[in-house]
């Protein structure tokens, strides 16, 4: 079997990497935190977690760690712990953005396997005191596999993932990011408009909003910095705008013309009804890199790393889940 870890250690205690903290500290295992913040160190140090007083501290015998620090902050924090990450240790994020945070591993921690990590899971609000330990259950979690990802790293972070109830994604940084543009990107850019529209409408139309509006705009509630983070630096997001404004602007030509939105509004209704009721079936997967990235690919997940039976004793297989075809 995969590797299990010992000592694990969380550098950033905000809302997914405090969350991090508590699911593994509930999960049983030995975990460490650090944030620089003395007011996020000092809320998980008061609700019993240990935090360490320095990075260095935190990641000294640590056999997995985890980077849970907003992007620009990801190569200060590197810099700090690259003497005292041993070589072999396992590191693992928590970012949006995977292609950057690769970037920046490789060049400062040549010495660790580096498997890229984002959850899907998270709220508009940020901090150690909105963390919560079951944040991830049955939450995907996008786990990156290059062709020169360590497998038995990623296969050990799969393992522990499965623990914690989430839902491992094989797939690579630059087709996470290229994904990450339509399901997180564009849907923060699209509330930011939409807030702003609604103001401009002015009070009336504020006294007004019901529940389009407000769900509609929930998101940007979220810290615009952070937002940025999720944006900035991907391609992929132009465009996944240009196709929200084709929709748009195909729509508006035709109310111009007094015509209808109805073809949007089948479209958009069926795409939403599709996505809600799709079924899923398991799937038997080998411990293989690429048939693992077409299972991601094919939108599935894993939910097991096991032993094989038989005669091929010693191997691994994975069981997932993935949409079932007609």
């Not at 924090?77 to 003497?83: D, K, R």
């Not at 209808?260 to 038997?284: K, M, N, T, Y």
Request: hydrophobic share 45%; charged share 20%.
């Amino acid at each position: 079997m995969p590797q299990s870890f010992d000592r694990i250690a969380v550098l950033g205690l905000g809302l997914i990497g405090g969350s991090v903290l508590q699911a593994l500290s509930l999960g049983g295992y030995q975990v460490s935190g650090y944030d620089p913040a003395p007011a996020e160190s000092g809320a998980a140090r008061g609700a019993g977690y240990e935090v360490a007083t320095t990075p260095v501290e935190a990641v000294t015998g640590a056999d997995l760690v985890v980077l849970a620090m907003p992007l620009p902050r990801l190569d200060e924090a590197l810099l700090s712990i690259a003497g005292a990450v041993a070589p072999g240790t396992v590191v693992t994020d928590v970012g949006t953005l995977k292609v950057p945070v690769l970037r920046a591993v490789v060049a400062r921690l040549p010495q660790a396997r580096f498997v890229g990590g984002h959850p899907l899971a998270g709220t508009e609000q940020s901090g150690f005191l909105a963390s919560d330990p079951m944040l991830f259950r049955d939450a995907p979690w996008a786990l990156s596999l290059e062709d020169d990802t360590d497998l038995d790293a990623w296969l050990s972070l799969a393992v522990l993932l499965c623990d914690l109830g989430a839902k491992p994604v094989p797939t690579t940084a630059d087709e996470q990011d290229t994904a990450i543009a339509r399901v997180i990107g564009l849907p923060h850019v699209l509330a930011e408009a939409l807030a702003l529209t609604g103001l401009h409408g002015g009070e009336l139309g504020l006294s007004l909003a019901a529940g389009s509006y407000t769900s509609g705009s929930r998101v940007a509630r979220t810290r615009p910095e952070l937002v940025a983070t999720w944006c900035d630096g991907n391609p992929a997001l132009v465009a996944a705008l240009d196709d929200a404004i084709g929709w748009l602007q195909s729509s508006r030509d035709s109310l111009a013309r007094g015509e209808s939105v109805l073809p949007l509004a089948r479209a958009g209704h069926r795409a939403r009804i599709d996505w809600e009721q799709r079924e899923f079936g398991p799937v038997d997967l080998p411990a293989d890199p690429e048939v693992l990235r077409q299972h991601g690919r094919d939108g599935g997940w894993v939910t097991a790393v096991i032993e094989k039976d038989g005669p091929d004793v010693g191997g691994l297989r994975l069981l997932g889940m993935c949409p079932l075809t007609d």
